[in-house]
Nanobody, 124 residues
């Protein structure tokens, strides 16, 4: 089992930056990929960004590419999401995700473990 705990959410203004963190514990040595998803009430949970744990290949949703950066600290078992130039459309509950098997985390069906989420609210 893997436990994921997100932090770093909050209320910011449009144009501001925010960095989310996700600390993993448990059987983390089996992690192949981690990522971030977001969800607003009444809508699907959408992919935001992903990273392969061992070699750090990154991939992004079109809506955030160029504004968000995903990274990981292997020593701390932590993945980060640096979010710049935030706008109100980025308002959502952000979830950390991971998987053990080879593959990406580009859809919610790829994910084996979820965190509980951290709220990001961007005011205009």
């Amino acid at each position: 089992q893997v436990q994921l705990v997100e932090s770093g959410g909050g209320l910011v203004q449009a144009g501001d930056s925010l960095r989310l963190s996700c600390a993993a514990s448990g059987r983390t040595f089996e992690t192949y990929a981690m990522g971030w998803f977001r969800q607003v009430p009444g809508k699907e949970r959408d992919f935001v960004a992903g990273i392969t744990w061992s070699i750090g290949i990154t991939y992004y949703a079109d809506s955030v590419r160029g504004r968000f950066t995903i990274s990981r600290d292997k020593a701390k078992n932590t993945v980060y999401l640096q979010m710049n130039s935030l706008n109100p459309e980025d308002t959502a509950l952000y979830y950390c995700a991971s998987r053990r098997s080879v593959g990406t985390v580009q859809t919610k069906y790829d994910v084996e473990y979820w965190g509980r989420g951290t709220q990001v609210t961007v005011s205009s």
